[in-house]
């Protein structure tokens, strides 16, 4: 997340992957990659990380990271990526907060007024209730 470890005070996710590989793997299905194709894909992405992509985990990126506080904020029924993954960053991480909605969906938590004006006062130092 920070190679070059620069203080954040508060970042805000809405929604998160945790294992990046999972990212990949979806793209690779959305669009049909054929084998061939996603090795070339995945040494371009090793080389530019640093790390094979298998290694790369948003819980572990925040732990190395120099942040003061995450707020995480998602739909309890995402059906693009599970919520499992907020469970695992929040777990791992003591400054976050995790927020979940409910019906708000994945692409609509962009245009919903109550996720956007909490992320602005949260970024802003605020805190927001849960």
């Given at each position: ?33 054929n084998k061939k194709a996603y090795s070339k894909?995945m040494s371009i992405v090793t080389r530019k ?48 907060q995790l927020i979940t909605f409910k019906n ?27």
């Amino acid at each position: 997340i920070d190679k070059y470890n620069l203080p954040t005070k508060n970042l805000v996710f809405l929604t998160s992957p945790n294992q990046v590989e999972e990212i990949f793997t979806d793209f690779k299905s959305m669009v049909g990659l054929n084998k061939k194709a996603y090795s070339k894909l995945m040494s371009i992405v090793t080389r530019k990380l640093g790390e094979k992509i298998e290694h790369v985990a948003v819980e572990d990126q925040l732990v190395r990271s120099n942040f003061d506080r995450l707020l995480l904020m998602r739909d309890e029924e995402d059906a693009i990526i599970p919520i499992k993954n907020a469970h695992s960053i929040s777990r791992k991480n003591e400054n976050v907060q995790l927020i979940t909605f409910k019906n708000v969906g994945h692409y609509r938590m962009l245009w919903t007024d109550e996720i956007s004006s909490r992320a602005v006062s949260f970024a802003l130092g605020k805190e927001v209730p849960g």
